[in-house]
């Protein structure tokens, strides 16, 4: 039993994409362009090559939010979508049958349709491989050059998350839909 | 603004009704891929050394019944600290990608035409022992008409003793001359080590031209991500877009802006004067010299188009600052004043006192590991190699391709090269001018090739030999690091696939197959022998010669290791190298987790910031004067940046998803970038009427590239550039060949004459929208 959330401190992020790597490598994403359950939104200064703005560099890792209230939860007709007891958003995948609900649903376009298990599929925490061993890393977090991702128990006061979301500012994505996401980005 | 190599994922929403019952398009081997929910008790891991790149990070290899199924970062390693980029992760599609050489291959077609059949490891060899017996019989024993060359930095020296020692050939070529071997002798030339950075330790970094966060290196690319530090380079890299300031540069000019920097610091006193008391040699000479040529700022900024308040505020930045680093990049020859820009880097460090000290280029002391003696045979017939012939250092272990390759076929070479065996190194893509390097090989009586996968390179050769890849492998402990040294150990993961063999494997076999022949034409062309042979007959001479070949690997590479480091760091190193991959003294001790799995791995105290040394700064080099070069670093008008009218000066470089050659043929890292892009300022690009993906002509001097463009406000407008790397030739290389343009067909083949290292930034191109 645990809540599991997500701090990101972006500003560290390289845009190497290792994460993405690690995290088809760990949980055997199809290749395609399309496939990928995280995702670096790139922002890059406008403007002429002698006088660029950094400030406007922007490298934003992101994923499934695992929303306290979850869209994506309430559109399923099939009732595929669940929330385990770890606090994380999964699908029954013998239920889903590509209405495609969801994706139209997800405010952060999180979802992707995985077309050799016909399924719409995101980022599960790896809670199909690492927290199913045991281990309490996310693929994506541990291989990070630079440890942009904190990973843990958000009710668990003493994981490094709740201690980092207690000492540092930090925003949600899209707060103003009332999603409750729990990943934060570290300001 | 988006990169178009980066996100695809906007693409999604709009194309859902497409893409739902359309497949993937490219399939994995689903057999090793298709990750069920439940999880496998048979889990083990493995620590290993990366290969996909020259940086060696430490991993643990996740294996489930004989197949790896996930790489993961070694947090013990203090080199690669608990980290593996996307090409780290990729390592398994190098593994099991289905393209790899997997049998030895004998030639059937022509050099080239990929047209090859399969043969037993015994049908290779004796096919290499017949041709290499009668090559050897008519150059009269001459070994060094092999030419033998790696482009691994692991088991290069295992290779060397094999062909250089025990087969006797002074012609080993390598990755230097076409990568930094002009820093690395312009630092060991200045300072008398070629030293190790230490960003960590630095408070203001400044680089020029090296892109630490596209192009990484353990562990600059991970300290710089929480440091000051100034860019310069033509090009605003994600390291220039993730910089404190970014300073665009028109390209070969940084020799004018450091030689600015030395005069600004010495005229305004702003260098660290103990420290070039003490430690500098010929300071006057090169006071006098900076003073008399006038390098102000406003000179400077002439030549290299960066505003002159700007360079005198990064002067006075980087002198004030209490550890400031210039630092050495790789990859870093440019152009023909390449080793005079290092030199000036180094003395610019020297000036600021950030040698041997925290935050500077650091001695450090690496952990030494002793060398295992090998019984040399003398061969009197053996000539001594000819490429550093011109050059004025040039490096006496890998000498210099271009010099080499001009030589070979131009037949000015005092004897001639009839084989080559070429290990890990894509010559056929690697340098300047392909098509010298393909009448280099086709000039030889023998080609053989030991590599994983069907490069261009092995498309020309007459024997292919499939070496297994890094994660199929035990190789020989290797010392790291100077600042905190550790050794790790590359333990092998799984057995090697198919038939291929590790390198070790392979030499011994061909060696079990030659020392005898090789021996006997020894017999009949070297008096020496002939003499031993009367003192101890044949087979004594044979043995007290050291012409057995595989002497060295009579015993397995895990009892080598074990006798190299258990009598010198006692077992429980060795214990720890199998089960963690990495050793060093007090490791268990000094090892501790700081934070969100980010570890210190020696305390402040005990890294090796400083060390006793006696040693010089040497602003003055006798030897080049003797040779005509400036002694220090000056700057000639030849250096001045022009391009003509309706011309680009071409620069290459990196993506952070592939290395070089090799990796751009793996199906994770194509994935994530399909192909590469030539980049043209958007401006210049409106004008020409070119747009994001239409396909230009490129053509320099040399040849010409079609590729898809990019404009972008991210380069400087006299300047283009693409990735390195890209469109093998190789039809085998399902996933590289005919995709993209490859920098060596463009680059003109030029070297500089003081390492010989080919210069990668001179040729001027035009583009044409086709």
């Known amino acids: 039993m645990a809540n599991y959330g997500m701090a990101f401190d972006y500003k560290l992020c390289i845009n190497c994409k290792a994460c993405e790597v690690a995290c088809k490598e760990e949980n055997g994403i199809d290749l395609g362009a399309n496939n990928h359950r995280l995702w670096i939104d790139t922002t890059e200064p406008d403007g002429d090559i002698w006088d660029l703005d950094l400030t406007q560099t922007r490298y934003m890792p992101t994923q499934c939010q695992h929303c306290e209230d979850a869209p994506c939860l309430k559109a399923c007709p099939n009732d595929a979508i669940y929330r385990d007891k770890n606090g994380i958003v999964r699908l029954y995948n013998d239920r889903c049958d590509l ?58 006061p003493q994981s490094e998350i709740s201690k980092t979301l207690k000492s540092r500012e930090y925003f949600t994505l899209k707060s103003n839909l009332g999603t409750k996401p729990k990943l934060f980005y570290l300001e | ?135 050897i019989d008519t150059q009269k024993d001459n070994r060094s008409t092999i030419a033998y060359c790696n482009g691994e930095g692991f088991n290069k020296d295992e290779y060397i003793k094999f062909f250089g020692d025990k087969i006797g050939s002074s012609n080993f070529l390598d990755e230097g001359s076409i990568c930094l071997n002009t820093k690395l002798g312009a630092t060991l030339l200045t300072i008398g080590d070629v030293g190790e950075m230490d960003v960590a330790g630095s408070d203001f970094v400044l680089i020029l031209g090296a892109n630490r966060f596209e192009s990484l290196i353990t562990p600059d690319s991970i300290d710089l991500v929480n440091k000051k530090f100034v860019v310069v380079d033509p090009r605003a890299t994600v390291t220039a877009l993730k910089s404190s300031q970014y300073l665009p540069i028109n390209p070969g000019t940084d020799l004018a802006l450091c030689l600015s920097m030395i005069y600004i610091a010495i005229k305004n006193n702003l260098y660290n004067k103990q420290y070039v008391k003490e430690y500098f040699k010929d300071f006057d000479k090169l006071k006098s010299h900076i003073l008399k040529e006038k390098y102000t700022a406003t000179w400077a900024s002439k030549k290299t188009a960066i505003p002159k308040e700007k360079i005198e505020q990064l002067t006075k930045d980087f002198f004030s600052s209490i550890a400031p680093l210039l630092y050495m990049g790789r990859r870093s020859v440019w152009t023909k004043n390449d080793f005079q ?46 490429d550093l012939d011109g050059i004025v250092y040039g490096s006496s272990k890998g000498g210099s391709w271009l010099n080499f390759r001009d030589k070979v076929v131009n037949n000015t070479a005092p004897y001639p090269v009839k084989a080559m065996f070429i290990r890990k190194h894509n010559l056929m893509q690697n340098m300047p001018n392909i098509a010298k390097t393909k009448k280099m090989l086709n000039m030889m009586e023998l080609v053989v090739v030991l590599d994983t996968i069907p490069t261009d390179t092995a498309m020309m050769a007459d024997v292919v030999l499939p070496e297994c890849t890094y994660l199929e492998r035990e190789d020989m402990v290797v ?196 192909t590469n892009h030539i980049w043209i300022n958007n401006k210049i690009a409106k004008k020409l009427e070119i747009k994001l993906g239409d396909i230009v002509e490129v053509k320099s001097p040399q040849s010409s590239v079609t590729i898809k463009a990019y404009p972008t406000n991210k380069i400087h407008p006299s300047v283009v550039w693409f990735a390195h790397g890209f469109n093998s030739t190789s039809e085998a290389m399902t996933n590289s060949y005919n995709n993209g343009a490859n920098d060596n067909e463009i680059i003109e083949d030029k070297f500089e004459k003081i390492y010989g290292c080919a210069t990668m930034h001179h040729t001027n191109v035009t583009i044409r929208k086709i």
């Open chain 2, 1 to 135: 603004m988006k990169l178009i190599e980066t996100s695809r994922r906007r693409f999604l929403k709009s194309s859902v009704a497409l893409c739902i019952y359309a497949s993937s398009s490219f399939g994995k081997n689903t057999q090793l891929f298709n990750q069920s929910n439940k999880v496998q008790t048979t889990l083990i891991n493995i620590p290993y050394l990366c290969n996909m790149c020259r940086n060696k990070c430490a991993g643990f290899a996740q294996v489930e019944n004989n197949k790896i199924t996930k790489l993961n970062p070694n947090k013990f390693f203090p080199k690669s600290r608990n980290m593996l980029c996307p090409k780290g992760n990729a390592g398994i599609d190098a593994i099991y990608d289905k393209d790899r050489l997997k049998y030895p291959l004998i030639r059937i077609g022509n050099r080239g035409d990929g047209r090859y059949k399969r043969v037993t490891w015994d049908e290779a060899y004796e096919y290499i022992k017949d041709k290499l017996v009668n090559i």
């Open chain 2, 341 to 386: 820009l290092r030199r000036a880097m180094v003395l610019i460090n020297a000036l600021a006192g950030s040698i041997n000290r925290k935050g500077g280029i650091i001695f450090g002391q690496p952990i030494s590991l002793a060398s295992e003696e090998i019984n040399t045979p003398m061969y009197d017939n053996t000539k001594e190699r000819f």
């Open chain 2, 479 to 674: 010392s790291f690091g100077k600042l905190e040294p550790s050794l790790a150990l590359r333990n092998q993961v799984i057995k090697p696939l198919y038939e291929s063999k590790s390198m070790q494997d392979i030499l011994k076999g061909l060696g079990k197959k030659l020392s005898r022949p090789l021996f006997d034409i020894s017999c009949k062309y070297d008096s020496e022998l002939q003499d031993s042979i009367k003192e101890l007959g044949k087979d004594g001479a044979y043995i007290d010669g050291g012409y057995d070949l595989t002497e060295l690997y009579k015993k397995s590479i895990t009892q080598r290791n074990k006798d190299i480091i258990i009598p010198h760091f006692g077992q429980k190193a060795y214990d720890n190298l199998v089960s963690k991959g990495v050793w060093y003294d007090n490791m268990e001790q000094y090892h501790k987790e700081i934070f969100n799995e980010t570890y210190e791995y020696y305390p402040e105290d005990k890294k090796y910031y400083t060390i006793k040394r006696d040693y010089k700064v040497n602003c003055y080099l006798e030897k080049l004067s003797k040779n005509g070069f400036d002694p220090m670093p000056t700057w000639r008008d030849e250096y001045n940046f022009e391009v003509a009218k309706n011309h680009f000066r071409f620069i290459t470089g990196r993506y952070v998803n592939f290395t070089q050659t090799a990796t751009t043929n793996n199906a994770m890292l194509r994935d994530i970038i399909s």
């Open chain 1, 99 to 156: 209405s495609l609900d969801c994706i139209k649903a997800c405010p952060y376009d999180a979802r992707y349709i995985d077309t050799r298990k016909k399924i719409t599929d995101k980022c599960l925490f790896c809670a199909d491989t690492r927290l199913a061993r045991g281990e309490t890393t996310t693929a994506c977090q541990l291989t990070c050059p630079t440890k942009v991702r904190i990973f843990g128990d958000l009710d668990d």
